[in-house]
C-alpha cells in the first residue's frame, strides 16, 4: 500500500520472536505499514511515557499476516487495513482494547465508525487512517478533455503511458464499479464481465502493473495515468508543481478504500503502554501531526481539524464515498484466479 515519507527506527527481529524483549522493559513494539509511522508523534509518546517505541514495517497486510501466522513473536500493535482486521478477529489473534484507556475514543468521526461492520464498538480496533485509491493524470502530458471515470483506461491517448495497480482488489473493484456492481461482489456473471473490461479494454493500454513505483515514473514523465494512492505521485512531484501537473480524481462511481486500524496483539507483551500508544495517538493535535506529516483528508479524527496546518492531497468528501474492501473469505479465490490470467497470460 501506500506510505512515503520518513520512517522511525527499526527494530530486527527473527522469524520466530523477538530479540531480547522483556515484560517488563518501558517498550512498546509497533509493527506498521512502510513509511506510515509520524516520527514527531512518536518522539512525544516517548517523552511524556519515559518509553521507547520500536518499528518494525511491512509493505504489504499479506506479508505482515504470514510473518504472524508463522510464529513471530514480541509485538504490541499493529495497523492492518479493516478487511485483515476481520480475518484477524476470525483467529483469534487480538486481544480487547482496555477502553477506559481509551479516553479519546470519542474524538473519532461517528461515520468512520459507521463503516466498521467489523467492530463497530471498537471493542478490538480502533480508527487509525482512511486512505483511497484514485486516477491521477499528468496535465503536462495530455491536452484536451478525457473521460473522469475508469473509462479513462481505454483511451488509446494513454496507450504505453498507463498503469494500475498490481492488486487484484483494486483493479477488478473498479472494474466492476465501473459497470455499476459492488466491487465487493462475488456474483460469477458480474465478475466475468469485469475480467473481459480489464483484460480486453484497459490492459492493451497498461505498462505493467505497479503498486509502488508508479511515482517516480509519473513524474519522471514516464508515466501520464495512474491508479493508486495519491501520497505515491504526490510524494515524488515537487509541491510546487502539483497543480500545474497532477490531476488527481475519485470517479463518480467511487472507489476502493481502506481503513487503516490499531489493533494489540493477543499476545502482546507489553499491553498497558500499548492501549496508552493508541490513545495517545487520538488526542486532537497529536493526530494533527499525522494529518500534517501524510496529508491524507483528515475524516477519522475531526477535532484535529483545529491544530492542521496543511493542505490535504484530496478533499475529505472524495474519501468518504469510497467503499471499504471487504473480507471475501473463501469467495477471495474467485478475484484470484481472474487475477491470475489477466496477470499472466496474453
Known amino acids: 500500500?501506500?506510505?512515503?515519507?520518513?520512517?522511525?527506527?527499526?527494530?530486527?527481529?527473527?522469524?520466530?520472536?523477538?530479540?531480547?524483549?522483556?515484560?517488563?522493559?518501558?517498550?512498546?513494539?509497533?509493527?506498521?505499514?512502510?513509511?506510515?509511522?509520524?516520527?514527531?508523534?512518536?518522539?512525544?509518546?516517548?517523552?511524556?511515557?519515559?518509553?521507547?517505541?520500536?518499528?518494525?514495517?511491512?509493505?504489504?497486510?499479506?506479508?505482515?499476516?504470514?510473518?504472524?501466522?508463522?510464529?513471530?513473536?514480541?509485538?504490541d500493535i499493529v495497523i492492518p487495513s479493516n478487511d485483515f482486521v476481520s480475518i484477524m478477529l476470525r483467529q483469534g489473534m487480538l486481544r480487547e482494547l482496555d477502553q477506559s484507556k481509551l479516553t479519546n475514543r470519542a474524538k473519532i468521526n461517528p461515520q468512520i465508525i459507521e463503516k466498521m461492520d467489523f467492530d463497530k464498538t471498537m471493542k478490538y480496533a480502533v480508527p487509525y487512517a482512511l486512505s483511497a485509491t484514485g486516477v491521477m493524470v499528468n496535465k503536462t502530458k495530455v491536452s484536451g478533455d478525457y473521460p473522469r471515470n475508469y473509462s479513462i483506461f481505454a483511451d488509446k491517448r494513454f496507450a504505453g503511458h498507463a498503469t494500475m495497480m498490481d492488486d487484484m482488489r483494486e483493479v477488478l473493484g473498479v472494474a466492476l464499479l465501473q459497470q455499476g456492481h459492488d466491487m465487493n461482489s462475488l456474483n460469477d456473471s458480474e465478475l466475468n464481465a469485469a475480467y473481459e473490461l480489464v483484460k480486453n479494454e484497459w490492459k492493451p493500454n497498461i505498462v505493467k502493473f505497479d503498486a509502488e513505483g508508479f511515482g517516480k515514473s509519473f513524474a519522471?514523465?514516464?508515466?501520464?495515468?495512474?491508479?493508486?494512492y495519491p501520497e505515491i505521485v504526490y510524494g515524488e512531484v515537487d509541491e510546487?508543481?502539483?497543480?500545474?501537473?497532477?490531476?488527481?480524481?475519485?470517479?463518480?462511481?467511487?472507489?476502493?478504500?481502506?481503513?487503516?486500524?490499531?489493533?494489540?496483539?493477543?499476545?502482546?507483551?507489553?499491553?498497558?503502554?500499548?492501549?496508552?500508544?493508541?490513545?495517545?495517538?487520538?488526542?486532537?493535535?497529536n493526530y494533527a501531526l499525522f494529518i500534517d506529516e501524510f496529508r491524507y483528508p483528515n475524516v477519522v479524527n475531526l477535532e484535529?481539524?483545529?491544530?492542521?496546518?496543511?493542505?490535504?492531497?484530496?478533499?475529505?468528501?472524495?474519501?468518504?464515498?469510497?467503499?471499504?474492501?471487504?473480507?471475501?473469505?473463501?469467495?477471495?479465490?474467485?478475484?484470484?484466479?481472474?487475477?491470475?490470467?489477466?496477470?499472466?497470460?496474453?
Open 1 to 75: 500500500m501506500k506510505r512515503f515519507l520518513k520512517t522511525a527506527c527499526a527494530l530486527v527481529l527473527t522469524a520466530a520472536g523477538c530479540i531480547g524483549c522483556k515484560n517488563n522493559e518501558r517498550v512498546v513494539y509497533l509493527y506498521n505499514w512502510t513509511y506510515y509511522t509520524p516520527e514527531e508523534v512518536v518522539k512525544k509518546f516517548e517523552q511524556e511515557f519515559d518509553c521507547k517505541v520500536n518499528l518494525d514495517s511491512y509493505s504489504t497486510c499479506e506479508e505482515m499476516y504470514a510473518k504472524l501466522r508463522a510464529g513471530a513473536k514480541g509485538y
Open 220 to 228: 519522471s514523465g514516464d508515466f501520464w495515468l495512474c491508479q493508486g
Open 240 to 285: 510546487s508543481r502539483w497543480d500545474e501537473t497532477i490531476d488527481f480524481f475519485i470517479p463518480e462511481e467511487g472507489c476502493p478504500a481502506t481503513l487503516d486500524c490499531m489493533v494489540i496483539l493477543k499476545d502482546a507483551p507489553h499491553y498497558e503502554l500499548a492501549n496508552e500508544f493508541i490513545n495517545f495517538i487520538h488526542r486532537p493535535e
Open 304 to 346: 484535529a481539524d483545529a491544530y492542521v496546518t496543511v493542505k490535504s492531497m484530496y478533499p475529505a468528501e472524495q474519501a468518504m464515498s469510497c467503499t471499504l474492501k471487504a473480507d471475501l473469505g473463501e469467495g477471495l479465490d474467485k478475484f484470484s484466479t481472474i487475477w491470475q490470467n489477466i496477470r499472466f497470460t496474453n
